[in-house]
């Protein structure tokens, strides 16, 4: 769901009892009205969570995938990918606001919850796995594990699963579980953020776009996914209010008011942070790759994408209605990294880079050393990807 909305209308019934012992009843709609604190800390606090994936996501895109695990390694989208992918998007988004019209929210919700508990567990894990690493006690013994799941025998066996793990790893996700537990037993707000940062996190450093133009082709067609289905539609809206998943990052208006039981929330969709994340990573790999120890075209899109948030709130709150967040971040994300690019001629490289992951020389594809990814332009010039 690719959305930045304000907090549902809230239906109060008041029950009153008239002079002839009649019981009257009258249903009034009280539509919530944040306070201008309530409204700054909620949506300053959507914007900082949406930052913190798309920068630490990206910082560890540049990593390039050096993991053993299978499921670490990124997924390559070409543009032959960013050009459908609007359409399965639209498919599955209309898919599911048939489901919420046709079957109970209840058991669709809950079918969903459970996938998510699952998914969510994972990713948390993967995301804490970093951190674990560096604050881990020395003095502790560290075990190692693998999961192996093979096909057939002899000869014709293949692994199917081959997947690595410690001491570590484990705590992560006994903590990760934890949280999974209290999501699907309470689906407290903070519980879903969690998950949700975890997602996008996630996604920003594990899909990697392979070219500039492959990024331009999916940006722009998302835009035009997203205008069309909040402007044309109620699709998007409905489907964000009855779908109860950790896809979207959520903050109480009236936390100030109720504390940690605030239940008017404003939302933001994990599209509007991934999407324009992946770009923005990959335009920080494409600065490591220029060896000029500058990070010019990554400060430019992280400040572009501040900016294109910032105006969609704006925006929001000054027509009082739900906005494509995408509508706003596509062209401040794409446009302003461009003129920085054609003010520095570096524009035509830019569009002729192109990503290569696992690494091979794309002219005869033979594998080199390493798992870095490797920059290649048509002047035949590689640019190794190293961490920055």
């Given at each position: 769901m690719d959305l930045l909305g304000a907090?549902?209308?809230?239906?109060d019934g008041l029950n009153a009892t008239d002079s002839n012992g009649t019981d009257a009843v009258n249903a009034t709609v009280a539509k919530f009205v944040a306070t201008p604190e309530g409204t700054a800390l909620a949506y300053g606090s959507l914007v900082f969570m949406a930052l913190l994936p798309i920068f630490f996501g990206a910082l560890r895109s540049v990593s390039c995938g050096k993991s053993k695990n299978s499921s670490d390694m990124p997924e390559t989208i070409t543009g032959r990918d960013a050009a459908r992918f609007p359409i399965i998007a639209s498919c599955t988004l209309f898919g599911l606001y048939l489901f919420f019209k046709i079957f109970s929210q209840e058991y669709i919700n809950l079918l969903l919850s459970m996938y998510f508990f699952v998914l969510g567990i994972l990713a948390l894990s993967h995301t804490m796995s970093p951190f674990m690493n560096r604050i881990f006690p020395a003095n502790i013994p560290i075990k190692q594990y693998q999961l192996l799941f093979?096909?057939?025998?002899g000869e014709t066996k293949e692994e199917m699963v081959n997947y690595e793990f410690d001491t570590k790893d484990m705590i992560c996700l006994v903590i990760s579980t934890v949280v999974g537990v209290w999501?699907?037993?309470?689906?407290h707000w903070i519980a879903n953020n969690l998950f949700g940062l975890a997602f996008a996190l996630n996604g920003v450093e594990l899909l990697h776009l392979n070219n500039i133009s492959t990024g331009c082709i999916l940006l722009g067609g998302l835009f035009v996914y997203d205008v069309f289905?909040?402007?044309?539609?109620?699709?998007m809206v409905t489907v964000a209010k009855s779908f109860e998943a950790p896809i979207k990052l959520?903050?109480?208006q009236d936390l100030l008011e109720k504390g940690l039981g605030a239940s008017q929330f404003a939302m933001l969709g994990l599209g509007d942070i991934v999407i324009p994340g992946i770009f923005i990573a990959l335009l920080l790999r494409f600065d490591v790759s220029l060896k000029k120890n500058t990070r010019t075209y990554f400060h430019t899109s992280f400040l572009a994408y501040i900016f294109g948030l910032g105006l969609t709130i704006w925006v929001m709150h000054t027509f009082k209605h739900a906005q494509p967040a995408l509508l706003y971040l596509v062209?401040?994300?794409i446009g302003f990294p461009l003129v920085v690019a054609l003010l520095k001629g570096e524009l035509t490289e830019m569009f002729s880079a192109v990503e290569w992951f696992p690494c091979s020389d794309p002219k005869n594809d033979s594998e080199k050393e390493g798992n870095e990814a490797?920059?290649?332009s048509d002047s035949g010039d590689g640019h190794t990807c190293t961490t920055p």
């Open positions: 907090p549902e209308e809230t239906l093979t096909q057939g025998s999501y699907i037993l309470k689906k289905w909040v402007f044309g539609t109620n699709v959520v903050f109480p062209p401040a994300c490797v920059f290649w």
